[in-house]
Antibody, heavy 127, light 108 residues
Framework: QVQLQESGPGLVKPAQTLSLTCSVS??????????WSWIRQTPGKGLEWIGY???????YYNPSLKSRVTIAVDTTKNQFSLRLITVTAADTAVYFC???????????????????WGQGALVTVSS | DIQMTQSPDSLSASVGDRVTITCRAS??????LNWYQQKPGKAPKLLIY???ILQSGVPSRFSASGSGTDFTLTITSLQPEDFAIYYC??????????FGGGTKVEIE
């Protein structure tokens, strides 16, 4: 059974860096069959996709966060991580990691979806 | 970004009711549309992908349809465990994935 688990500090000071790790079990990131995503949720903005990465380290970021986000992968530990710099109170959210699957048919681009999620980690930005 | 608008924001229904939730995209997205269910304190759960394909293990009372800009999620014979928030999500723009604002299904 595929399981994902977020870990990291629950409190980050303004202007500092938010760092989270997602540990994956029941699936191998190095298989190359999936992307691995970070998504956050706030009462105000709802669900917001942050970005995803594949086993080789190829990543794609939400344009609105791209200047502040880094997602990295460690296939030896079967983990991937999120780094968000220069945080403000607006970055206070529940952060989820998720496996990103795709459905494709001949001649069609892949349709991506999030099929397994971590339980979520609340990160509060406050001094 | 492609904006996803859900309606209604919330609805009240009773066990056994048929419920329909609508999601509209700000531009045509073909069938690049997924639906999720979220219960309090939990992560969203994938229900439907590619607009109409039921995820493995999801009860058949859930169905969805649509293409282009207009999509619907239908729950036939609402069950107690179905009271939750439902989200749509587009993947047409694969490097700018976006979600709808959610529809809360409450007990009447």
């Amino acid at each position: 059974q595929v399981q994902l688990q977020e870990s990291g500090p629950g409190l980050v000071k303004p202007a500092q860096t938010l760092s989270l790790t997602c540990s994956v079990s029941g699936a191998s990131i190095s298989s190359g069959d999936y992307y691995w995503s970070w998504i956050r949720q706030t009462p105000g903005k709802g669900l917001e996709w942050i970005g995803y990465i594949d086993h080789s380290g190829s990543n794609y970021y939400n344009p609105s966060l791209k200047s502040r986000v880094t997602i990295a992968v460690d296939t030896t530990k079967n983990q991937f991580s999120l780094r968000l710099i220069t945080v403000t109170a607006a970055d206070t959210a529940v952060y989820f990691c998720a496996r990103t699957g795709g459905y494709s048919t001949r001649w069609q681009p892949t349709k991506y979806y999030f099929d397994y999620w971590g339980q979520g980690a609340l990160v509060t930005v406050s001094s | 970004d492609i904006q996803m608008t859900q309606s209604p924001d919330s609805l009240s229904a009773s066990v056994g009711d048929r419920v329909t939730i609508t999601c509209r995209a700000s531009q045509s997205i073909g069938d690049f549309l997924n639906w999720y269910q979220q219960k309090p304190g939990k992560a969203p759960k994938l229900l439907i992908y590619a607009a109409s394909i039921l995820q493995s293990g999801v009860p058949s009372r859930f169905s969805a349809s649509g293409s282009g800009t207009d999509f619907t999620l239908t729950i036939t014979s609402l069950q107690p465990e179905d009271f939750a928030i439902y989200y749509c999500q587009q993947s047409f723009s694969a490097v700018a994935l976006t979600f709808g604002g959610g529809t809360k299904v409450e007990i009447e």
